[in-house]
């Protein structure tokens, strides 16, 4: 359905049994699971899918080796079954990747393998491949460009990778597919509860970010899924009432730099459990580069584009400078992102530091009736959604129907391709679509390269079918390239630009894009 037309829609028919507000990874669950179940749904993002923390992951489904020391079992085998169900249902865009951690003191391979040994054990049949311990050329051959001096071996093991910002619009063509209204763009402002004489109903006051256009819509249940900003709507819906925290989330931010895949070019991740200071540290191969991170910092500020603190790069540069053969300067980065985490905030009387916060997911439903979700991670976003809907059908917020569609309905484009099979950490090209590269083969402009395998036929099937409306949806979430080279995205973007102005009608804002690009490269 086209932008107008599904505004008119709303206009027209604006009653649902639940809207959404906010359209990352676990908003989009909760629409498809809801949809799946029979429910009419609408979702409202205030920018683009997964414009926020949902695609700027460290681009791994993992059931978390790190929360193994923590003693987290339930949490580590829930999300390796989720881990499993997401590789099942999206194969174009979830794949197995091989891990290696680099051993260089005689204890670190026998401790770690062991560790890793509970891993397989608590995967079951959701297991990827067996742990394997490495002897020292083993562990060279793994990670090509890995340090030598002083390496031992190694332990290999297996996790899975993604494409995260191509998930979530797979979850939201999956979600409209199955029923859905979803729109991106469309601000929420206020949310008004109130009783029609048959209960609860809510109306939700939104206007078009594309247009200026004002709009609303009614529902009897809104989930509250708009991330680490859910405080801010929470608080418009109700203030808090007197010895309640004042907020759900406890923001983190992590950094990421990107380099040339010539710093490692195997098909094997890095993993440094413990950095110098008890951090973890990841080299992944991805789209054809390598991903160099992350952090675990503090920030009480809710920007849109947060920017990377100093000391946050001199820490990535340096550690992976420790654990490549040769250092990574701040000349070699292609790109630098940084992503906000809605982690579970922590009593009042924790200290400043969020590495020990809780991952898991948080749900709290409201007197007024208002359910926010908030906190977990991407790879289960899936039973996430699932739990959302839990709270609202014991808080009879919605009539309570049967579950578990989700878990084995294939998400759009995960069909038989013909295509021969391509890894994830290949550079982009067609594979990503999966299934749906037979459509976008109909739109004009294959021949017309533009730049790191996207074509014209694809910003024109992005325009059409994939909810673009910017040069930024385009080169940042549809084609990844703003977080592979941001210099290259910024060569790339008056094309891009120019195709979307003429399939639209309307300002795809280059220039804010261009002004983005030098945002994602550091001062040399």
């Given at each position: 359905?086209?932008?107008?037309?599904?505004?008119?829609?709303?206009?027209?028919?604006?009653?649902?049994?639940?809207?959404?507000?906010?359209?990352?990874?676990?908003?989009?669950?909760?629409?498809?699971?809801?949809?799946?179940?029979?429910?009419?749904?609408?979702?409202?993002?205030?920018?683009?899918?997964?414009?926020?923390?949902?695609?700027?992951?460290?681009?791994?489904?993992?059931?978390?080796?790190?929360?193994?020391?923590?003693g987290n079992l339930a949490l580590v085998r829930e999300a390796l079954a989720e881990r499993a169900t997401v590789l099942r249902i999206a194969p174009h865009l979830a794949q197995p990747l091989p891990f290696v951690m680099p051993s260089y003191r005689w204890w670190q391979t026998p401790f770690y393998g062991l560790g890793l040994k509970l891993y397989d054990l608590l995967a079951g049949g959701a297991g990827l491949g067996p742990t394997e311990f490495l002897n020292r050329q083993q562990a060279m051959e793994a990670l090509p460009g890995v340090n030598p001096e002083g390496l031992r071996g190694g332990v290999k093991y297996w996790d899975g990778q993604f494409d995260d910002a191509r998930l979530a619009l797979a979850l939201a063509r999956s979600a409209e597919a199955a029923g859905a209204r979803v729109?991106?763009?469309?601000?929420?402002t206020a949310v008004r509860q109130?009783?029609?004489?048959?209960?609860?109903?809510?109306?939700?006051?939104?206007?078009?970010?594309?247009?200026?256009?004002?709009?609303?819509?009614?529902?009897?249940?809104?989930?509250?899924?708009?991330?680490?900003?859910?405080?801010?709507?929470?608080?418009?819906?109700?203030?808090?009432?007197?010895?309640?925290?004042?907020h759900m989330v406890s923001p983190s931010q992590g950094v990421h730099v990107v380099v040339d895949r010539?710093?490692?070019?195997?098909?094997?991740?890095?993993?440094?459990?413990?950095?110098?200071?008890?951090?973890?540290?990841?080299?992944?191969?991805?789209?054809?580069?390598?991903?160099?991170?992350?952090?675990?910092?503090?920030?009480?500020?809710?920007?849109?584009?947060?920017?990377?603190?100093?000391?946050?790069?001199?820490?990535?540069?340096?550690e992976a400078g420790q654990a490549l053969s040769r250092p990574v300067r701040r000349a070699d980065i292609r790109s630098l992102w940084v992503g906000l985490r809605p982690l579970v905030a922590a009593p009042a009387s924790a200290d400043g530091g969020t590495q020990a916060l809780s991952r898991e997911h948080t749900i709290v439903v409201d007197a007024n009736g208002l359910v926010t979700v908030t906190g977990g991670k991407w790879t289960t976003y899936r039973a996430m959604a699932e739990d959302v809907l839990d709270h609202c059908f014991d808080s009879q917020l919605l009539p309570r129907r049967p579950g578990g569609h989700s878990a084995a309905h294939r998400l759009l484009g995960a069909g038989m391709t013909?295509?021969?099979?391509?890894?994830?950490?290949?550079?982009?090209?067609?594979?990503?679509?999966?299934s749906e590269w037979a459509e976008v083969q109909k739109c004009k402009g294959l021949g017309n390269l533009l730049g790191m395998g996207l074509n014209e036929a694809m910003v024109r099937h992005a325009a059409r079918v994939e909810f673009a409306q910017t040069v930024e949806d385009v080169l940042a979430r549809r084609w990844r390239v703003l977080f592979l080279d941001a210099r290259e995205a910024a060569r790339m973007a008056p094309a891009v630009a120019a195709i979307l102005a003429e399939e639209l009608g309307t300002d795809p804002d280059l220039a804010g894009f261009q002004a983005l690009c030098e945002r994602y490269l550091p001062v040399v």
């Open positions: 359905m086209k932008r107008a037309e599904l505004l008119a829609s709303l206009t027209s028919s604006p009653d649902f049994d639940l809207a959404i507000v906010g359209g990352g990874a676990t908003g989009l669950g909760v629409a498809l699971d809801a949809a799946l179940r029979g429910f009419s749904v609408v979702l409202l993002e205030s920018h683009d899918f997964a414009g926020g923390t949902s695609s700027r992951s460290t681009k791994l489904l993992h059931g978390g080796v790190r929360y193994l020391a923590q729109l991106n763009y469309a601000e929420v109130a009783s029609d004489g048959q209960g609860r109903v809510a109306t939700l006051e939104a206007f078009d970010r594309r247009t200026g256009a004002a709009f609303s819509v009614r529902a009897r249940c809104v989930v509250n899924a708009t991330g680490v900003w859910v405080d801010a709507l929470r608080d418009r819906t109700q203030p808090p009432a007197a010895g309640e925290p004042s010539n710093f490692m070019p195997g098909g094997h991740a890095l993993l440094v459990p413990r950095t110098r200071d008890g951090r973890v540290l990841f080299a992944v191969p991805w789209l054809g580069k390598l991903v160099l991170g992350t952090t675990d910092t503090p920030r009480k500020d809710l920007p849109r584009e947060p920017d990377a603190f100093a000391e946050e790069l001199e820490f990535i540069l340096a013909g295509l021969p099979p391509t890894p994830l950490h290949a550079a982009p090209g067609m594979h990503l679509y999966g």
